[in-house]
């Protein structure tokens, strides 16, 4: 069964994409800031994590960043309400797999993830 992290300091953020991608048959857990969402990479070893990337303290950018470091194979997709595509482009360049905006659209969530899924299985 597919791990999947999803990270927002918003609760009913995290609580929607978790219920979803509960429904869809993931393994889903969530934090809801970076330190958290660290320690949670390094004992869930998720597949696949949803990272927003404006959060209090840490953010996600670093997190990223310390992701990608701890399991470069992770799947990270950052979701956020910015639509810059200058940060977008920061975050490929940190190795982040995708870059969604809010209101999330769970018809294209699923198929990243899917997507995403047959690419780790070959």
Request: glycine share 6%; aromatic share 6%.
């Given at each position: ?96 797999y995708d870059y969604i905006t809010k209101p999330v ?18």
């Open positions: 069964m597919a791990r999947i992290l999803v990270v927002d300091d918003e609760i009913d953020a995290c609580r929607v994409l978790e219920e979803f991608l509960t429904a869809k048959g993931y393994e889903v857990l969530s934090a809801q800031d970076g330190p958290t969402a660290i320690r949670k990479v390094e004992e869930f070893k998720p597949h696949i994590v949803f990272l927003d990337i404006i959060m209090p303290g840490v953010g996600g950018i670093e997190v990223l960043h310390e992701i990608k470091r701890l399991d470069p194979q992770v799947a990270v997709i950052m979701v956020s309400v910015v639509t810059e595509p200058e940060k977008a482009k920061r975050t490929f360049d940190l190795g982040a659209d769970l018809d294209y969530l699923e198929k990243v993830v899917m997507v995403k899924l047959l690419d780790l299985l070959t």
